[in-house]
């Protein structure tokens, strides 16, 4: 991807991405190369209800459009990317779960054409993740790969042949349920054992503090002053890094989760690549050699183990924005 | 598919497909429209090895070329399954585990082409049937369905978009390996419990025998003339026809293991079909109650159960043969 920064030419053109999360509103201007020429991230604040929401987007929207660098471009679409179930066709956010009121069954798109006067198109927010790190970041030229995300959650997205694989009612990717141990922990989705519930980032900390609580040596009851609520993701890893064997172990059992998951996608999917990104994937390094044990020890038909590239995601915090614009070039360059 | 035995207009075309398998050698020669006008099936014998299996499918080749039916037409090319791993660039069969003596880098498709002075195409043998469903099959017009063959072993394909999925190295479909129980039975592959090692034709056998062993109630024992070394799947399936419930109780814990292996392919790829062929299909109407139930408690995220379509193959054991002789069709149609 290129800087921004530069000259603005005459007649350019430019589409905007919006990451529409439970925390925040992460938006992106860029031209049809990836490069980017205005960002804006801003708190959701999802209890003021979808049209406070949406009137956040429209003046990020506006604000964009007015900004000296875009003034002479011209805008040409508008991408909206949801941590939640979309109808794509629609232009309906379905239900958005982060989202704390009122988000089911909402039009967003008429309400952005609308009030944007541009044409707008939305998709799942881990989706358009998948699209950004394919065009412009991690996976460039792969034909064929998988983006997991780390997080609160755990999703997904596949790439086959070259393309953004939606399925065949638009929800194709959702790794974090699949089923790993089936007598495993209850998900909250309603399922046992799912990747979500034994490797989400919450399941991670739940983790942590039982064992902690357990009494085994560690300096994580030191890195949060005895709170044991504190523990969160970010802590776990600090202690790792200091070497804290019982920090360690739980990233061993992080990667062995995502290893089992993984080494799934590999037989049956046989992709060149596997991305990881979202929060927890800042753990990558701690992460990559034991994911790799696992799936060694697990696949044995198929794949070759050794082609296989493991990476972590390259756009970061931005990918959905990004992948968000791409989402409507892609949309409007078939028109 | 329409049937054989009309009359043969000058000029048409066809295409022979032959599906290598440990016990048999099946063969079809088929036109565009997937009309058969000539079969044949006849045992591997692979302990002779290499040379003399190759030599058999030419004769059956040859066999066909000058049969009264086909003797005015024109033979465009040849496909070749095989069970196992393939190089289909090279035409090279690497590895063929049911075959028994010397299938391994065998250079088939340059002695095929080279003896039969025709163009000639590999594929493994569970792609090919997919394909075949996919083409003339349950799956015709369907552009997203996963083939599930149960039988020794359980394989798979994919067909995404249309068209055969094979992935970065095309060994995607392996969903036998699929690891379902982390902590399972041991799979031949090396890994634990596999969707195979828990759900193929010797899995449900093992199952039979042990619970047969521990003295439940059954009539098993009766149908086997008390050789529990008898017991194969067709027993326990004409065992629960006839209501024993300790036979109905293995089926839906076959159906189960399914269950669990589909709803993973669910939410990755939300799939219109699965198709469920292979020789224990054959008592598809014992598992696909159970099948959608286990879906149904695990399945949350992504798809709408309701609108899944689980059906049985159509082409039965030709299925194999068809694809291949379609593998040929693709592969020439591209030139």
């Known amino acids: 991807m290129e800087s921004s920064g530069e000259t603005v030419q005459l007649k350019q053109y430019y589409y905007i991405g919006v990451d529409l999360g439970g925390t925040n509103i992460k938006a992106v201007a860029i031209n049809k190369h990836g490069k980017i020429f205005c960002e804006k991230n801003i ?44 109808d794509m066709d629609q232009g309906v956010c379905k239900f958005l779960p982060n989202l704390l009121t009122g988000w089911k069954d909402i039009p967003i798109i008429t309400q952005i054409e609308k009030q944007s006067n541009s044409k707008a198109f939305l998709i799942n927010d881990v989706r358009a993740t998948t699209l950004g ?11 064929n790969l998988i983006c997991i995300t780390l997080g609160t959650g755990i999703g997904g997205g596949v790439v086959i042949n070259g393309q953004i694989y ?42 942590a503090i039982k064992l902690v609580k357990q009494g085994s040596d560690t300096i994580i009851r030191d890195l949060v002053d005895n709170d ?45 690549m596997i991305i990881i990104g979202g929060g927890i994937s800042k753990a990558a390094d701690l992460l990559f050699e034991p994911i790799k044990k696992t799936i060694r020890q697990r696949v044995f038909v198929g794949p070759d183990i050794d082609k296989l590239k493991l990476v972590r995601s390259k756009l970061g915090d931005e990918a959905g924005a990004i992948g968000a614009a791409i989402w409507a070039m892609l949309n409007l360059s078939k028109k």
Not at 133 to 143: S, Y
Not at 182 to 187: I, L
């Open 133 to 143: 790190e394919k065009t412009f970041g991690a996976g460039q030229g792969v034909e």
């Open 43 to 86: 708190p959701t604040e999802s209890e003021y209800g979808p049209p406070a929401v949406i009137r956040k987007i429209i003046s990020i929207i506006d604000n964009f459009k007015t900004s000296k660098k875009l003034s002479k471009m011209k805008l040409v679409g508008i991408g909206i990317a949801v941590a939640g179930v979309v």
């Open 228 to 272: 044991l609520n504190k523990i969160d993701p970010l802590v776990v890893e600090n202690a790792a890094r200091q070497g804290d064997m019982l920090a360690l172990e739980i990233w061993e059992r992080e990667a062995y989760y995502l290893g089992l998951a993984i080494a799934n996608l590999l037989v049956v999917l046989n992709p060149e």
């Open 166 to 207: 939606f399925g065949s009612e638009g929800v194709a990717g959702e790794i974090g349920h699949q089923i790993i141990e089936p007598y495993g922990p209850r998900c909250t989705c309603g399922s046992r054992g799912c990747l979500e519930a034994l490797a989400s980032g919450p399941a991670l900390c739940s983790q």
